[in-house]
């Protein structure tokens, strides 16, 4: 089977640095996705690894190791606006399915 | 870019009757979407994934009578929730695949059951 595991909820200020890290179990890796979540909305992509290495896109990044099955999401000068649900999603070969983690809720504060 | 239409955006419908959710690509043709349900706090939980022209596959724990998919065309498919209880309440989403752009979501649909 497949699992992700994500930490629960984040809480930082406004400004500050956060790491969601993501640690995944799968057969037939194909790439981890990061999503964002408001409340009450569709998920939004933020970023995509295929392969071992930093992805910068803007005030986002995203980190890949598929020896260590690990992965995180920085986020960077946080924003009141950044607060929300943040996920990670494995692609599987197979089928091109997309399994999400659990996700991490961000609480940025003032 | 690509974009995914998904109909309606909330309904509420009472216990015993079915109710159909449009999910359409608007620019592109997908031949795979998958539907998913997201409990309030919780994480996306694939149901099926749905092909266009076959029969749609479903995750395991997922009753198929349940959760009718129809993939007619290369741009639309549905999903009928059929004698809906209150349990079925839940935010219900698509997503259409392209290798050229990868995932793209529908808005979702929450359901209420009353």
């Not at chain 2, 795979?32 to 596959?57: C, D, H, I, V």
Request: charged share 15%; glycine share 8%.
């Amino acid at each position: 089977g497949q699992s992700l595991e994500q930490p629960s909820e984040v809480t930082a200020v406004e400004g500050a640095i956060v790491q969601i890290n993501c640690t995944y179990q799968t057969s037939g890796f194909y790439g981890l996705s990061w999503y964002q979540q408001h409340d009450g909305g569709a998920p939004t992509f933020l970023s995509y690894n295929a392969l071992d290495g930093l992805e910068e896109t803007g005030r986002f990044s995203s980190f890949l190791s598929r020896s260590d099955s690990y992965g995180y999401l920085l986020l960077q000068e946080l924003q009141m606006k950044d607060s929300a649900s943040y996920f990670c999603a494995v692609r599987r070969a197979a089928g091109n399915k997309l399994t999400f983690g659990g996700g991490t809720r961000v609480l940025v504060k003032p | 870019g690509a974009v995914v239409s998904q109909h309606p955006s909330w309904v509420i419908c009472k216990s015993g009757t079915s109710v159909k959710i449009e999910c359409r690509s608007l620019d592109f043709q997908a031949t795979t979407m998958f539907w998913y349900r997201q409990f309030p706090k919780q994480s996306l939980m694939l149901m099926a994934t749905s092909n266009e022209g076959s029969k749609a596959t479903y995750e395991q724990g997922v009753e198929k009578d349940k959760f009718l998919i129809n993939h007619a065309s290369l741009t639309l498919s549905t999903l009928t929730v059929t004698s809906a209880h209150p349990e079925d309440s839940s935010f219900y989403i698509c997503s259409a695949f392209r290798d050229a752009d990868g995932y793209t979501f529908g808005s979702g649909t929450r359901l209420t059951v009353v």
